[in-house]
C-alpha cells in the first residue's frame, strides 16, 4: 500500500442525497483505522476556496448513519469555478498537508474534481456517486437512488387512493432534469399507467389514447409519471394539453419535488454508501486516483473521471418494454 498518503480530507458536493452521512461516516472511520487523519471540507467546493477545513474523528460520525442529508453541509461554488478559486483551494489544502480527497456527488462535483486534478496532479482525488438521479456512467447504483424511489413510490401509492375515490387522471411529477431513472422505476414500482422520461418518445396523442383504452376497460382512474426533464414539458403542462381533449377537466398534478432528495436512507443506500466510503480510503492507499468508484454488479469498479462524466449511462431497454407491457 502507499505511504504517500497521510491526511484524507472528505466533502459532499452539489445536491444532496440519502446516504451521504452513512458514506462520510465509512470514510473517516476506514481512514482513522488504517492511522490517517482524516478532515472535513464544509460545504463542498465552497468550504475549499474558503479554507473552511477542520479535523474530524470517529466520534464526529456516531449516530448519523441513518440520518438525510449531510452534516458536513454542501453547496454549488461560482468561485471554485474561477482558475484564481481553485488557486486558493490548493493553498489551502497544502497548508494542511492535504494530499487526498474524497468527493461525494453528481456530475458537478466530478467535473470539478477532473478540472482540479488537472491542473493540480499532486493532489488525488477519488470520487463517490451521490445523487438520487441514478445517472452516472460507471455504477448500477448511485448513492440516494433507491431512497428517492421509495419515497416518490409511497407518494404514489397514496395518490392513488384519491385517484381512485375520484375517478381522475393523475400527472405525478419526480425528479430527473436528464434522465428518466427515478420516474421509470417509480412508475414499474407505484403500478402507473404510463412514464413520459427524457430518453423515450412520446406525445399528447399517445396519452389520450391510452386514457381512452383505459376507460373502455372500465378503468376510471390513472397515475402517470412524467419526469421533471420530460420533453413534453413539466407535469402541469401535460395536464393542461390533455384536458383540451376531454369535455371535463378531471386531471390533477402533484409534483413531490424535494422530499425525494430527503429522510432517512434505506437499508440498500446505507450499505451502499458505505461500502463505497470504506473503498475510497482502500483505494487512496493502494495509490488509485483520479476515479469514481461505484457498484457493478455488485462488486466494486473503477471509472475514470473522464468516463463517468463523459458518457451517457442509458436505461435498461427491458425495464422500458416490462413497463409498457404491465401498464396495459
Request: with cysteine.
Amino acid at each position: 500500500m502507499s505511504k504517500e498518503i497521510k491526511r484524507i480530507a472528505v466533502f459532499t458536493s452539489g445536491g444532496d442525497a440519502p446516504g451521504m452521512n452513512a458514506a462520510i461516516r465509512a470514510v473517516v472511520r476506514t481512514a482513522t483505522y488504517h492511522k490517517l487523519e482524516v478532515y472535513k471540507i464544509n460545504r463542498g467546493y465552497d468550504g475549499m476556496v474558503s479554507g473552511d477545513i477542520h479535523r474530524m474523528t470517529t466520534a464526529d460520525v456516531g449516530n448519523i448513519l441513518h440520518r438525510g442529508g449531510t452534516i458536513i453541509k454542501t453547496a454549488r461554488s461560482k468561485e471554485f469555478m474561477t482558475k484564481e478559486g481553485r488557486q486558493k483551494a490548493r493553498q489551502h489544502l497544502k497548508n494542511l498537508n492535504i494530499n487526498a480527497c474524497v468527493a461525494i456527488g453528481g456530475n458537478g462535483t466530478l467535473t470539478g474534481a477532473q478540472v482540479f486534478t488537472s491542473e493540480y496532479p499532486d493532489v488525488s482525488f477519488v470520487g463517490l456517486p451521490g445523487t438520487i438521479d441514478n445517472d452516472l456512467f460507471g455504477t448500477d447504483l448511485t448513492i440516494g437512488f433507491d431512497t428517492a424511489v421509495n419515497t416518490a413510490i409511497e407518494a404514489v401509492d397514496k395518490i392513488r387512493d384519491t385517484a381512485d375515490s375520484h375517478n381522475r387522471l393523475f400527472f405525478v411529477e419526480v425528479m430527473g432534469r436528464d434522465s428518466g431513472f427515478i420516474a421509470l422505476n417509480t412508475g414499474i414500482g407505484g403500478g402507473a399507467s404510463n412514464v413520459i422520461i427524457p430518453e423515450a418518445e412520446s406525445s399528447i396523442d399517445n396519452i389520450v389514447e391510452m386514457i381512452n383504452k383505459a376507460k373502455l376497460r372500465n378503468k376510471l382512474f390513472s397515475v402517470i409519471i412524467v419526469a421533471e426533464g420530460s420533453k413534453l414539458g413539466s407535469a402541469f403542462e401535460i395536464a393542461a394539453q390533455v384536458d383540451t381533449h376531454f369535455g371535463e377537466k378531471n386531471t390533477r398534478v402533484a409534483v413531490i419535488g424535494h422530499l425525494q432528495r430527503g429522510g432517512s436512507p434505506s437499508a440498500v443506500d446505507r450499505i451502499l454508501a458505505s461500502r463505497l466510503g470504506y473503498a475510497s480510503v482502500i483505494a487512496l492507499m493502494e495509490g488509485k486516483k483520479q476515479v469514481m468508484i461505484g457498484v457493478a454488479n455488485n462488486k466494486i469498479s473503477y471509472t475514470s473521471f473522464e468516463d463517468a462524466i463523459g458518457k451517457h449511462k442509458v436505461l435498461n431497454d427491458d425495464l422500458l418494454k416490462m413497463a409498457k407491457i404491465l401498464a396495459h
